[in-house]
């Protein structure tokens, strides 16, 4: 989730302003620095239980984003 705070951080966006393209960015990054698919899928899974969370204990207005994770190879 740090790495996903950072992002956040960078690109000036708040938890409850957090929008599906930031969502894409993240995972962008991740691709970028070689992250593996398994790696980026875990990594946006955490995330989304996060923002689940969030939106739960009230830090969000809306669910999270829907956000395909990448494909797997098999």
């Given amino acids: 989730l740090a790495e996903f705070a950072g992002l956040l951080e960078e690109r000036g966006v708040t938890l409850a302003a957090l ?27 955490a995330v989304k239980m996060f923002l689940t969370f969030a939106y739960r204990e009230g830090y969000r207005a809306e669910a999270p984003p829907e956000v395909e994770p990448p494909r797997l190879p098999k």
């Fill in 19 to 45: 929008s599906r393209e930031d969502l894409f960015a993240f995972e962008a990054r991740l691709q970028r620095l070689g992250r593996k698919a398994t790696s980026v899928a875990r990594k946006l899974s």
